[in-house]
């Protein structure tokens, strides 16, 4: 047993009851991230929380960890798009691009009408050099809704 769920165990024991924060965008991460590992501590099988706690990781450039939680959700849920799309994102950042796409081939098999999987796979095929396809993918993205920073990414491309 760890810090945190004795922490928590003490207070219910106390309270009779123990509220978690509510995590929000304006949460700082390493509040967030302690949050979600408490949750995880009592519910281990919750996916939403991982893929959280996974994206908290991402984003802090902790790509070790990020994967780590990705890959534990996709043990217990291989059908999760967002774990899909974030193991994607990590190999993308790896340098690993085939593995990358790999990724992202999956998350649209699950889930194909979401636009941010055409924008990661943009992403990748323009960090490989393949413009074209990268065009295409943004507008697909495009597509499926307007988004600022695709339309950025295209501008870069010469292309709109």
Same mark, same amino acid.
């Given at each position: $047993?760890?810090? #945190?769920?004795?922490?928590?165990?003490?207070?219910?024991?106390?309270?009779?009851?123990?509220?978690?924060?509510?995590?929000?965008?304006?949460?700082?991460?390493?509040?967030?991230?302690?949050?979600?590992?408490?949750?995880?501590?009592?519910?281990?099988?919750?996916?939403?929380?991982?893929?959280?706690?996974?994206?908290?990781?991402?984003?802090?450039?902790?790509?070790?960890?990020?994967?780590?939680?990705?890959?534990?959700?996709?043990?217990?849920?291989?059908?999760?798009?967002?774990?899909?799309?974030?193991?994607?994102?990590?190999? $993308?950042?790896?340098?690993?691009?085939?593995?990358?796409?790999?990724?992202?081939?999956?998350?649209?098999?699950?889930?194909?009408?979401?636009?941010?999987? #055409? #924008?990661?796979?943009?992403?990748?095929?323009?960090?490989?050099?393949?413009?074209? $396809?990268?065009?295409?993918?943004?507008?697909?993205?495009?597509?499926?809704?307007?988004?600022?920073?695709?339309?950025?990414?295209?501008?870069?491309?010469?292309?709109?």
């Amino acid at each position: $047993m760890n810090r #945190y769920t004795l922490i928590l165990l003490i207070c219910l024991f106390l309270t009779g009851s123990a509220y978690a924060h509510h995590v929000t965008e304006s949460t700082p991460p390493a509040i967030a991230v302690t949050e979600y590992k408490i949750k995880l501590d009592i519910h281990p099988e919750d996916v939403e929380t991982r893929n959280k706690l996974a994206n908290i990781f991402l984003k802090q450039d902790k790509l070790a960890e990020a994967s780590t939680e990705f890959l534990e959700v996709l043990r217990t849920s291989p059908d999760d798009y967002d774990a899909h799309v974030g193991i994607g994102s990590i190999r $993308m950042r790896e340098g690993r691009y085939k593995e990358a796409l790999l990724s992202f081939e999956k998350a649209k098999e699950i889930n194909g009408s979401r636009p941010e999987v #055409y #924008y990661h796979f943009g992403r990748t095929y323009r960090m490989m050099g393949m413009n074209a $396809m990268a065009i295409e993918m943004y507008r697909k993205s495009l597509s499926l809704e307007k988004n600022p920073d695709i339309l950025k990414e295209l501008g870069e491309l010469g292309n709109r």
